[in-house]
């Protein structure tokens, strides 16, 4: 399986201010997601990083609050924009391998004050 | 809508086998069965899928009823470190359909 590794594993951050988080894959990939997980909820998609293009964003996202980078076929961006107490949450990637399954990073706690 | 149902919460002795239901009474002939497990803030981790045959890998067995409209993944000898939430997800098509988290089942290991 891929080994995936974000940075920072976790932050704690200023309302208004904005946080970039990386996810780097081991192997290259064709598929990388990004979640979030708010406290005591489960995983909701934010988006589909496509590579070469711009990112593909689920219903209640938007790209000015979230934008993703996607430069290869080994890593991706996710920043939150403009943060509020209620984007406390953690932040995950996941890639999809050849064979169809999906594996996720070990995820970035992020507490917006 | 919820294409998946799991009980919300399960215990299990150590060193027994954990028996994890899922029903999923309307899944189509294309979907997967999808079995992950989140142990607590941690990233989910893959444990197995299957499509209507039996599947066994070195973490767990996935069995499926020959309907398909419910599984049941096997924890054989179930440890301390497999207290986790188990998510039950089903798909098909895996590169065009998205995983939809739903609930899970927290499953505690009770020593």
């Known amino acids: 399986s891929a080994v995936i590794s974000q940075k920072p594993s976790r932050d704690i951050c200023q309302r208004g201010t904005s946080l970039t988080i990386q996810c780097q894959v081991d192997?290259?990939?064709?598929?990388m997601f990004w979640y979030r997980q708010q406290p005591g909820q489960s995983l909701t998609l934010i988006a589909t990083a496509n590579q070469g293009s711009e990112a593909t964003y689920e219903s209640g996202f938007v790209i000015d609050k979230f934008p993703i980078s996607r430069p290869n076929l080994t890593f991706s961006t996710l920043t939150v924009s403009n943060m509020s107490p209620e984007d406390s949450s953690i932040y995950l990637c996941?890639?999809?391998?050849?064979?169809?399954?999906?594996?996720f990073g070990p995820g970035t706690r992020l507490t917006v004050l | 809508d919820a294409k998946t149902t799991q009980p919300p919460s399960m215990d299990c002795a150590e060193g027994r086998a954990a028996n994890l239901p899922c029903n999923h009474s309307t899944i189509s002939g294309n979907e997967y069965v999808y079995w992950y497990r989140q142990i607590h803030s941690q990233g989910p981790q893959y444990i197995i899928h299957g499509l209507k045959n039996n599947e066994t890998n070195e973490m767990a067995s996935l069995i499926i009823t020959e309907d398909r409209k419910s599984s049941t993944l096997i924890l054989p000898h179930a440890t301390l470190r497999d207290t986790a939430v188990y998510y039950c997800i089903v798909l098909s098509n895996f590169g065009n359909e998205k995983l939809t988290f739903g609930t899970g089942t927290r499953l505690t290991i009770i020593p």
């Open positions: 192997s290259q990939v064709t598929m």
């Open positions: 996941s890639v999809e391998d050849r064979i169809d399954t999906q594996y």
